[in-house]
């Protein structure tokens, strides 16, 4: 075994992050749950549950800002920090139901 410590984690056990390596992994995964959450979607359409369209879509990505917005997801003394927090996911939100909602805009 050599004295190079391991590409996540340094000689005193420290976490490092390779921000390249945690973007692209993260990217992976959205993509991956963007494919899966369609997925589910047609199938439900298919089954007759609900009506697939880029307007339901809408309407699924407000859903989901509101319950982040009522959520206790993050909870520090900090209303900023909690403030910033449900921003963020709430813009990752949108911008992963429009991939969705302009996927089915183009392949209905």
Do not use: C, W
Not at 70 to 79: A, Q
């Amino acid at each position: 075994m050599d004295d190079q410590p391991e590409d996540d984690f340094e000689a005193e056990g420290e976490v490092v992050l390779d921000p390249v390596v945690t973007v692209a992994r993260i990217t992976a995964l959205e993509m991956m749950v963007g494919q899966l959450t369609l997925t589910q979607l047609r199938i439900l359409d298919k089954l007759g549950e609900i009506k697939l369209s880029p307007d339901y879509i809408q309407e699924l990505a407000k859903a989901y800002s509101e319950k982040v917005d009522e959520s206790t997801i993050i909870e520090t003394s900090s209303p900023e920090v909690n403030y910033e927090f449900k921003l963020n996911v709430i813009h990752h939100l949108e911008r992963f139901f429009d991939e969705i909602a302009a996927h089915l805009s183009r392949n209905p």
